[in-house]
């Protein structure tokens, strides 16, 4: 039996655009790392589809990195939500101007 | 088989929505591994089964982990969703859209649905880490070098002394 790797990829896409779609709209930090991540799944959906379809092993190489990264990020952006929410009592994104000129 | 793919696939799509959708961050955070799961289930259908579990433990078991504990470590209101589904979300979706034609129209010429034969060892532990181990060996020690950046990054920001108050004369209060 062949898999239906056209119907993955477009789940692969949409999963990737639901997450940029809540990275534009929600305002929670927390909820915004939810959605890297969600984009992050997609990406790898997509890798681990297209390895099956050529038999090759590369996808799963890079998912296992796309895995360490998220680790990475999920460790990093959580200390600074942490740290962000000891300053400002919040985690609304439209109160923090920490950048703004 | 097939079946249990189209399956998985519209779950992990559900979930996703709800991510996106839901009022509370700790409901995103049910959404989104209901989506790692469902999409954990598609590695294993596909073939790539020491992915699937290393999606599990380290997705699930421990990202996951850490953002839930740090959403019940803080203390959340519920987000107002109403007044930043105007403009914003107006735009995201032209955008997601144009994005989504884009890539159909990619895709439409080229040969996907047809698998090739697999090796005997494709995605087993064997097969995976005898590729990691000599063609990507470099990719191997880089990512080692990753983690422990990330690792010195959230201990400094873990000890570090807090910032004093912002005395930004220009922030307005709520």
Request: charged share 15%.
């Amino acid at each position: 039996m062949t898999p239906p790797i056209d119907f993955l990829v477009w789940v692969a896409c949409g999963l990737f655009g639901i997450g940029l779609l809540g990275l534009a709209v929600r305002r929670n930090l927390l909820v915004l790392l939810m959605c890297v991540e969600l984009m992050l799944a997609g990406a790898s959906l997509a890798l681990i589809a297209y390895s099956r379809m050529w038999a090759d092993q590369d996808g799963h190489i890079l998912t296992l990195v796309v895995i360490a990264v998220a680790a990475a990020e999920a460790a990093v952006g959580l200390g600074i939500i942490l740290s962000l929410f000891r300053q400002k009592d919040t985690l609304d994104l439209s109160r923090f101007r920490l950048l703004r000129h | 088989m097939t079946v249990f793919l189209y399956l998985f696939g519209i779950l992990a799509l559900a979930g996703a929505i709800g991510t996106v959708l839901s009022r509370h961050p700790i409901t995103s955070a049910m959404c989104l591994v209901a989506t790692l799961l469902s999409v954990a289930s598609t590695y294993a259908l596909l073939e790539a089964h020491l992915i699937a579990a290393v999606q599990i433990i380290v997705y699930v078991g421990a990202i996951m982990v850490l953002i839930i504990y740090t959403i019940l470590l803080l203390d959340l209101r519920t987000e107002d969703l109403q007044s930043r589904l105007g403009l914003t979300g107006a735009t995201a979706l032209v955008v997601g859209v144009a994005w989504l034609v884009s890539v159909w129209l990619r895709l439409d010429g080229m040969a996907v649905g047809e698998a090739a034969v697999l090796p005997e060892d494709f995605g087993t532990v064997k097969g995976i880490a005898r590729q990691l181990y000599t063609e990507h060996v470099l990719t191997f020690e880089l990512v080692g070098v990753l983690l422990l950046g990330a690792v010195i990054g959230a201990l400094a920001l873990a000890t570090r002394k807090p910032l004093p108050a912002p005395t930004d004369v220009r922030e307005e209060q709520p």
